[in-house]
């Protein structure tokens, strides 16, 4: 699938949003870049602000026939009508984000750079396996998901597969024919113009 297919977008929010002004921006990244999927990574335990996040961020991807996940928490994904989650802890809690959430639901797991960390969340049933970073030798602890480890996971495993972390335009090259999505976030946040931003990062995808 990776091999023969443009690899589609999974955009992630900024840790912190200002509710004012980020669905404007929201909604012009995706006015101007095709994206599969929005993810809610919002550094916040505050209920009330996820749940005001969660359904802003809700209303402008919806509108445009965009999925959104949201990082672990099972219940603000269903109470604000999410269509998944994102699970950060590889494939412990799958089972249980599948079970609670349903067969309709979204659920993906990140599993950093361990493929056996991946075919569990596979076979526990997540819907998408990430890994990550592919780039940046200064996150965590240095170690990065290597190429290939996605050419192996092309060729072998039918659960999709994200590659995220220090995306460049470089590495968007380079991982575009062995990887499903590139999750992409801090990287076009940071510019005046997002929209331009991640438009320039994925150009070379056609």
């Keep these: 699938m990776a091999a023969e297919d443009r690899p589609q977008i999974t955009l992630i929010t900024p840790a912190v949003l200002d509710l004012e002004t980020f669905p404007d921006r929201l909604a012009a990244v995706l006015d101007t870049v095709e994206v599969a999927c929005l993810r809610l990574s919002l550094a916040s335990r505050d209920t009330d602000l996820l749940g005001r996040a969660a359904d802003a961020c809700r209303l402008v991807a919806h509108a445009r026939d965009v999925a959104v996940v949201i990082d672990n928490h099972l219940l603000l994904a269903e109470r604000h009508g999410l269509d998944g989650v994102h699970l950060t802890d590889g494939a412990r809690q799958v089972r249980k984000a599948r079970k609670d959430l349903g067969a309709d639901a979204i659920v993906g797991a990140f599993c950093g750079t361990s493929r056996h960390e991946g075919i569990s969340a596979g076979e526990a049933g997540a819907d998408y396996v990430a890994f990550g970073p592919i780039g940046g030798a200064d996150l965590g602890d240095g170690s990065l998901a290597p190429f290939e480890l996605f050419e192996w996971w ?23 024919p062995v990887t499903d999505f590139f999750a992409v976030g801090e990287e076009i946040w940071a510019a005046t113009d997002a929209a331009q931003s991640l438009k320039r990062l994925v150009s070379c995808l056609g």
């Design 154 to 176: 092309s060729e072998m495993i039918e659960v999709p597969v994200i590659a995220e972390g220090g995306v460049s335009e470089e590495l968007v090259a380079r991982f575009g």
